[in-house]
């Protein structure tokens, strides 16, 4: 799991590896969707962050991994406004 300090805040990919809630009040937001097509295929859509779509995949699982790996790259450029 990324986690980014910036201040008093720490940004990440919501996870259950660690209890959040132990670094304070969370605030969760949407970064992305993964939906099948009418195909049976895959995609991971991160329009939410103004990222693109990812796919399509064979299986649910391609499309959550590569969904984590552009957050989890994209996450430490990111600055809170």
């Not at 969707?33 to 064979?58: K, Q």
Request: aromatic share 8%.
């Amino acid at each position: 799991m990324v986690l980014v300090f910036e201040g008093s805040e720490v940004r990440c990919l919501y996870g259950e590896n660690i209890d959040l809630e132990t670094l304070g009040p969370l605030s969760i937001h949407r970064a992305s969707h993964v939906e099948p097509d009418s195909e049976g295929h895959w995609s991971a859509d991160l329009a939410p962050v103004g990222g693109p779509t990812l796919g399509p995949f064979d299986r649910r699982s391609l499309a959550l991994d590569a969904e984590r790996v552009w957050l989890e790259s994209w996450l430490p450029l990111q600055r809170r406004k």
